[in-house]
């Protein structure tokens, strides 16, 4: 599969090839704050089959936190695209509404960080949620 998309002013664009690994949303407070209040809706794929086909985009890592990702965003509109984790190495999470083709998401697999969510805020039936991001069993 191929997803395509980009920020909201056009001058980046990007191209990920691969299937879907997940799709899921966080409601931590760190994407409230990206997102502007809803968190965060994402996809998952592989890195090695994700590229920017224009533009690059700027990159912002917090400083105060020590396991911060890589987030990924167009210096000129604003818009959030990326975050790339040492946690999560080897993959990419894609934000769902700056593809091409959001719809591509039928629907999530999984929500994370349930103990940070707002009252108005509503993990949808029957997907798996989780207080915090669930660590890797080893």
Known sequence: MTFTGGCYCAAIRYQADGP???????????????????????????????????????????PDHSESPTRGFCERCGVHLTAR?????????????????????????????????QPFQCVPEGVAAFPRFPEKST
């Not at 994407?31 to 533009?55: E, K, L, P, W």
């Not at 083709?101 to 697999?109: A, G, I, T, Y």
Request: glycine letters at 10%; aromatic letters at 8%; proline letters at 3%.
């Open 20 to 62: 879907m690994r997940l799709a899921g949303h966080c409601f931590c407070r760190t994407c409230q704050h990206i997102s502007g209040g809803a968190g965060n809706t994402f996809i998952v794929v592989d890195a090695a089959g994700f590229r920017y086909t224009s533009g690059t985009p700027k990159s912002f890592v917090h």
């Open 85 to 117: 984790s040492a946690k999560a190495e080897g993959v990419v999470l894609i934000k769902v509404g700056t593809l091409d083709d959001p719809s591509v998401v039928q629907r999530l697999q999984v929500v994370v960080w349930t103990s940070e969510m």
